[in-house]
């Protein structure tokens, strides 16, 4: 199934918000509904596809399936940008200038490679395509040249399964169903299960150093890519044939995160886990989010360490985006406090004793324990959050997020920071926003934070939030932050990046984009400055 062609998932899931909840966005915040309603697909005026004959056919004769090529306006506009709250708006309202020229559907590793040669040999560039679930902008390349999407969901096999080392080679198009089907079948799980895992695909896991729900017990998806196969317009690259080794520099980690600029992913090798026995997940209730994240912190370096572990600030504990399915409540608590959710997955024996272990700790944090309901309402809710942003489109609020991650040490000042640099300038613009925050990643170093904002969406809802992004993003490197913990770097990112790494990194990654694609074929201006 295709996603959502102007919002997220699965159509069949979108429901409008009760009317209970567009009362308090339009009492609090002022939000009222749009004049206009979101275009529809025959309603969106596409240009032509500009590829030459010559470059069509050189298209057509890198991939064997006949429908190996499309440039039909609807597979055009499904492959439109991604699912950040700008990309939404400006698909909804019409505008498709930055439209592939083409969707490409190789069928595996050497026609990856066939179709970059065609890209550079008749001027065209080429932006890998898995769930397109980007949220910064890492499907709108900058470039005035023609591009296709390259479209790899037909790399969709279980390649390689080792018991004994216990480790899986993937092929990147596999959303993440999918890939937890084919190793559940056997036994396995991979245990990454972002917000986006419904959707997202192996190789995006990868290109974006992706991090699910339960990376405290299992990692981040970077944490658990063992080895990678890489087609650029220059050849094949691999990295990765053991589990540790001092041969030089680790590729992989150049090739981990970079977002299709420097390569299209065409096979993963990810360590895998037994299927737990048993999953529990619990809720616990802190006086104060400063409370709640000493709790998490003292679990994350002295252990024992849950699977799940997340924390929901005073606001979105209030507001209910920790419990996605009682959003529309009327019954809201007074003083909730904060939420947190904790999970244990494994076998019998290690989740009690690992649960009984960090009960203590969390009752020595002076925690209050909530039960296992509001632990199961996170779980069963926890993919819903994008369908709520549509609703929330559709009313005529903005809604939107950003991630962040720090040291420890660093974690209070830059909560602060980014909430105020939010609030502040969303009210000096005239709409008040309402802020909410989790910690949902924690390390024995840091942590990670993210934050929700919604709303009214104001005359022009793109240009508006613009220099509320920007404002946010000086912030998050001003108190010591990164620009991404998991979300990635993108277009959107890309010169904060550049401000992070510093101009010396910025030309160590031009140096070598220009070795490996020496014709600027892949993801222009994606990750990378151009030069």
């Not at 003292?298 to 209910?320: K, M």
């Not at 409540?329 to 999970?343: D, K, S, Y």
């Not at 508006?464 to 404002?471: D, G, L, N, R, Y």
Request: charged share 20%; with cysteine.
């Amino acid at each position: 199934m295709d996603m959502l062609w102007s919002g997220w998932g699965d159509p069949a899931k979108a429901a409008p918000l009760p009317e209970s909840v567009t009362g308090l966005l339009r009492d609090l915040l002022g939000v009222t509904p749009r004049e206009n309603g979101p275009a529809t697909l025959a309603d969106i005026d596409v240009p032509a596809p500009a590829l030459t004959d010559e470059a069509r056919e050189a298209l057509r004769a890198a991939v064997a399936a006949p429908d190996g090529l499309r440039d039909d306006t609807e597979s055009r506009i499904r492959h439109t940008r991604g699912k950040s709250t700008p990309d939404l708006l400006r698909i909804r309202a019409g505008e498709v200038d930055d439209i592939p020229a083409a969707v490409v559907l190789p069928g595996g590793h050497d026609e990856v490679l066939a179709v970059l040669r065609a890209c550079a040999d008749h001027g065209l560039s080429a932006v890998p395509f898995g769930g397109g679930t980007s949220v910064v902008g890492g499907l709108a390349p900058t470039t005035k040249r023609p591009f296709v999407a390259l479209d790899l969901r037909r790399l969709d096999q279980l390649l390689a399964l080792d018991e004994v080392s216990r480790t899986a080679t993937l092929h990147p198009g596999l959303r993440g169903p999918q890939c937890e089907a084919l190793l559940n079948e056997r036994g396995w799980t991979l245990g990454h299960f972002p917000q986006s895992y419904e959707w997202a695909s192996i190789g995006g896991f990868a290109a974006a150093r992706s991090s699910g729900q339960a990376s405290a017990g299992y990692g981040r998806f970077d944490e658990m890519v063992l080895g990678l196969k890489v087609a650029t317009p220059e050849g094949t690259l691999w990295s990765g044939r053991a589990p540790r080794s001092a041969a030089g520099p680790d590729l992989r980690q150049l090739l981990l995160g970079s977002e299709g600029a420097l390569g299209v992913i065409t096979s993963v090798t990810v360590r895998i886990r037994p299927l737990p026995e048993k999953r529990i997940y619990e809720g616990w209730r802190f006086a104060s989010f400063e409370a709640g994240t000493e709790a998490l912190r003292r679990l994350a370096q002295d252990g024992p360490r849950p699977t799940v572990l997340r924390l929901s600030d005073e606001s979105e504990t209030f507001i209910g985006l920790a419990q996605p399915n009682a959003i529309g409540t009327t019954e809201l608590p007074q003083n909730p406090g904060c939420m947190a959710i904790v999970g244990f997955e494994g076998t019998e024996a290690d989740t009690t004793a690992r649960r009984a272990a960090a009960r203590e700790v969390l009752l020595a944090c002076d925690g209050e324990f909530l039960g296992e309901e509001a632990g199961d309402k996170w779980q069963h809710g926890r993919y819903d959050a994008p369908y709520l942003r549509d609703a929330l489109l559709d009313a005529g609020a903005f809604a939107e997020t950003l991630e962040t991650a720090a040291f420890w040490s660093a974690i209070p000042g830059l909560y602060r920071a980014v909430r105020e640099a939010l609030t502040h300038t969303l009210t000096e613009a005239g709409t008040p926003p309402l802020v909410m925050c989790h910690i949902s990643h924690t390390y024995e170093n840091g942590a990670s934070l993210y934050f929700t904002v919604v709303s009214a969406q104001g005359e022009d809802a793109v240009a508006h939030w613009a220099p509320v992004k920007q404002a946010a993003n000086d912030a998050i490197l001003a108190a010591g932050g990164t620009i991404s913990h998991h979300h990635g770097v993108g277009t959107d990112h890309r010169d904060w990046y550049a401000r992070e790494i510093g101009p010396l990194g910025v030309r160590i990654l031009q140096a070598v984009k220009a070795e490996i694609d020496p014709s600027g074929v892949l993801s222009p201006g994606v990750l990378i400055p151009l030069r």
